[in-house]
């Protein structure tokens, strides 16, 4: 298509079909595409027997990773598969000599595996930004994922996707401590988790459940895409960016995150919560460490800041399980998209309007539920900012989920994919041409 292109643009400006072979033979060929990969042939079948994590969260294309890898198979290989809005395959390695790394380290309750031996550099030259599981595969058969991210160097005229590490490792009870429970439960738990471990189960359990979907969502929408990480969240990393994305639970946010985003919404950037519960806990961050005592030196960031002044709303149930019910379905988010009301679909935590809200946030969706006895609702929320720039807030945690419909569990239904995943394309649309007061 693009020596088709050339040849019409030559012949327009007047040079002779002879002439215009010539430059088309010297032009370098297309690049072929990679092929997508078919689910079954990078979801992990047998999990288990082999574990691994890298020394970076993200790096920019064409940096080194390291993997740490541990396993009593005598082999293993790691794949590397870019989970956009198809899943291609950019990598393999050959086989490594597998080695059973020394047992997990746990100094004043932090789970460490950071004196592993490295088992092989990743080189990642020619790997476009985005999202990215390496699966490693052990010779006798085990399977577990690491997550990696290529950061974009720009955001610059691009919506932007933001995976949630942070939260994904307060979550992570790899080696049997997270943020929440330890050995006898809440009085054993960590009050720092560190990036030098595996994640547990799959290796991959919050992207998949949580972000996945919306990546694809995203990636066939077709408007322009940069790709972050909650720690590269940072002055300047989002100078000029269209809009963030934040993902389906991205609930631990340090000072720097907020400061970055707060600021980019003031400077006209669009942002899109497509979960409850986001900005909740005030965690600090130290290298590859995240602090979060939850008695002492991690606040609410209600405490001080309400979630709801960027938000637009404010975590307010869990466990919630209810249906998702549009109150404004003329609302231009909700174009094109087909009823009104979801089963399922409010859970299994959920957001409302409350104290701190901007005066002029539109309510979209109010899903009446039972919070444990108490009568509530879970809202989906809209706002414009004084810089023109546009805030919405699903409320409720299985927005992405319902990308799935049935596949979702809970009661979710397949008509809930269609308006879910049609709903965040009109709103991904929308904002990738800047701020919406325009």
């Given at each position: 298509?693009?020596k088709?292109l050339?040849?019409?643009?030559l012949l327009a400006t007047?040079c002779?079909a002879r002439?215009?072979a010539?430059?088309i033979?010297?032009?370098?060929?297309?690049?072929a595409?990679?092929?997508?990969v078919?689910?079954?042939?990078w979801k992990i079948r047998?999990?288990?027997?082999?574990e691994?994590y890298a020394?970076q969260v993200?790096?920019l294309p064409?940096?080194?990773?390291t993997?740490k890898?541990?396993?009593?198979?005598?082999?293993f290989?790691a794949?590397a598969?870019?989970m956009?809005?198809?899943v291609?395959?950019?990598?393999?390695?050959p086989?490594?000599?597998?080695?059973?790394?020394?047992p997990?380290?746990t100094?004043?309750?932090?789970v460490s595996?950071?004196?592993?031996?490295p088992s092989?550099?990743?080189?990642?030259?020619?790997?476009?930004?985005?999202?990215?599981?390496?699966?490693?595969d052990?010779?006798?058969?085990?399977q577990?994922?690491?997550?990696?991210t290529?950061?974009?160097a720009?955001t610059r005229?691009r919506v932007?996707?933001v995976?949630?590490?942070?939260?994904?490792q307060?979550?992570n009870?790899?080696?049997?401590?997270?943020?929440?429970?330890g050995?006898?439960?809440?009085?054993?738990?960590?009050?720092?988790?560190?990036f030098d471990r595996?994640?547990?189960?799959?290796?991959?359990?919050?992207f998949?459940?949580?972000e996945?979907?919306?990546?694809?969502v995203?990636e066939?929408?077709?408007?322009?895409?940069?790709?972050?990480?909650?720690?590269d969240l940072?002055p300047?990393?989002l100078?000029?960016?269209?809009?963030?994305?934040?993902l389906?639970?991205d609930e631990?946010?340090?000072?720097?995150?907020?400061?970055?985003?707060?600021?980019?919404?003031?400077?006209g950037t669009n942002?899109?919560?497509?979960?409850?519960?986001?900005?909740?806990?005030?965690?600090?961050?130290?290298?590859?460490t995240?602090?979060c005592?939850?008695?002492?030196?991690?606040?609410?960031?209600?405490d001080?800041?309400?979630?709801?002044?960027?938000?637009g709303q404010?975590?307010?149930?869990?466990?919630a399980?209810?249906?998702y019910?549009?109150?404004r379905?003329?609302?231009?988010?909700?174009?094109?998209?087909?009823?009104?009301?979801?089963p399922?679909?409010a859970?299994v935590?959920?957001?409302k309007?409350?104290?701190?809200?901007?005066k002029?946030?539109?309510v979209l969706?109010e899903?009446?539920?039972?919070c444990?006895?108490?009568?509530t609702?879970?809202?989906?929320?809209?706002?414009?900012?004084?810089?023109?720039?546009?805030?919405?807030?699903?409320g409720?945690?299985?927005?992405?989920c319902?990308?799935?419909g049935r596949k979702?569990?809970?009661g979710?239904t397949?008509?809930?994919?269609?308006f879910?995943?049609?709903?965040?394309t009109n709103l991904?649309?929308?904002?990738?041409?800047?701020?919406?007061?325009?």
């Amino acid at each position: 298509m693009r020596k088709l292109l050339i040849v019409l643009a030559l012949l327009a400006t007047g040079c002779d079909a002879r002439t215009a072979a010539l430059v088309i033979a010297a032009d370098p060929p297309e690049p072929a595409a990679t092929p997508a990969v078919h689910e079954a042939d990078w979801k992990i079948r047998r999990p288990g027997g082999i574990e691994g994590y890298a020394d970076q969260v993200s790096v920019l294309p064409g940096e080194p990773f390291t993997l740490k890898v541990s396993t009593r198979a005598p082999s293993f290989t790691a794949t590397a598969f870019r989970m956009g809005g198809d899943v291609t395959e950019v990598w393999t390695s050959p086989q490594v000599k597998g080695r059973k790394q020394a047992p997990a380290r746990t100094v004043r309750g932090m789970v460490s595996a950071a004196h592993w031996k490295p088992s092989l550099t990743v080189e990642t030259s020619g790997w476009p930004e985005g999202a990215y599981l390496i699966r490693l595969d052990a010779s006798t058969g085990g399977q577990r994922y690491v997550p990696v991210t290529l950061r974009s160097a720009s955001t610059r005229g691009r919506v932007v996707i933001v995976n949630a590490v942070t939260t994904w490792q307060a979550y992570n009870r790899w080696g049997g401590r997270d943020l929440y429970e330890g050995p006898g439960g809440f009085g054993g738990r960590s009050k720092a988790v560190t990036f030098d471990r595996p994640y547990d189960t799959s290796g991959a359990r919050l992207f998949l459940d949580m972000e996945r979907d919306a990546i694809e969502v995203a990636e066939r929408s077709g408007v322009p895409l940069a790709y972050l990480t909650s720690l590269d969240l940072a002055p300047g990393s989002l100078d000029g960016a269209t809009a963030v994305v934040s993902l389906g639970h991205d609930e631990y946010w340090s000072a720097r995150m907020r400061e970055t985003v707060t600021k980019a919404r003031d400077a006209g950037t669009n942002l899109a919560f497509l979960g409850a519960n986001a900005v909740y806990w005030k965690i600090a961050v130290a290298g590859r460490t995240v602090e979060c005592d939850k008695e002492r030196r991690c606040p609410l960031w209600r405490d001080s800041q309400p979630e709801s002044a960027l938000v637009g709303q404010m975590y307010d149930c869990f466990p919630a399980e209810a249906a998702y019910v549009v109150t404004r379905p003329h609302h231009w988010i909700f174009n094109g998209t087909r009823g009104t009301r979801f089963p399922g679909m409010a859970g299994v935590e959920t957001d409302k309007v409350s104290p701190g809200s901007p005066k002029n946030v539109e309510v979209l969706a109010e899903s009446p539920l039972d919070c444990g006895g108490r009568r509530t609702v879970a809202n989906s929320t809209y706002y414009t900012a004084p810089s023109g720039a546009g805030v919405f807030s699903t409320g409720t945690m299985r927005w992405v989920c319902a990308m799935r419909g049935r596949k979702c569990g809970h009661g979710v239904t397949d008509e809930a994919a269609r308006f879910t995943r049609r709903a965040t394309t009109n709103l991904l649309t929308a904002f990738a041409k800047g701020p919406m007061s325009r």
